[in-house]
């Protein structure tokens, strides 16, 4: 791997604000031959939320770590979004690898209000439940957020029992 991480997700930003991450490429090799990177771009198929610094003004040369060598680039990736929104590209890289000439990375970030989960009541008590019996009590989950919130569910508790179920109402 040339490119660590080998993604960058930047979650949540409201408009506005910016976010920063680093990429740092190195040179894995374990012969002589140096990495050129001779090129490294934002690629996407709308305004861009992301940049990148620094620009390279010309090709630069990394030699292998297995040459005992600590050559690294360092990259600052910014995430600053001017509208709301789920926002995506890729930053790629044009090198001199054999088989795998272009490294891209995946940048992903959202602008869209995030999801905020409310649950009532905070906790049930069925109380006591003669056997062969059945206790319903209602437990509502609200998104009062902006994005989809995904919910699941699973018991917990002492003295568990597996006679317990859950019911979705829309």
Do not use: C
């Not at 031959?33 to 990394?62: D, G, N, Y």
């Not at 699941?152 to 179920?165: E, K, P």
Request: charged share 20%.
């Amino acid at each position: 791997q040339v490119v660590d991480p080998d993604m960058l997700d930047f979650d949540y930003a409201p408009v506005g604000r910016t976010l920063q991450r680093v990429i740092r490429v190195t040179n894995k090799g374990t012969g002589t031959a140096p990495l050129l990177i001779s090129r490294v771009e934002i690629q996407t198929a709308t305004v861009t939320a992301f940049s990148f610094m620094p620009e390279l003004a010309e090709p630069v040369e990394l030699e292998p770590i297995g040459m005992g060598s600590n050559d690294e680039l360092i990259f600052d990736v910014r995430y600053h979004p001017r509208e709301i929104g789920t926002h995506g590209a890729s930053l790629v890289f044009y090198t001199n690898q054999p088989g795998n000439s272009v490294v891209r990375v995946p940048l992903l970030g959202s602008s869209a209000t995030p999801a905020r989960i409310k649950v009532s009541p905070e906790s049930i008590q069925f109380g006591p439940v003669p056997i062969g019996q059945t206790t319903a009590l209602p437990l509502t989950i609200v998104n009062e957020g902006g994005s989809p919130l995904r919910v699941t569910y699973r018991w917990t508790g002492v003295g568990l029992s597996t006679d317990l179920s859950a019911l979705r109402y829309r």
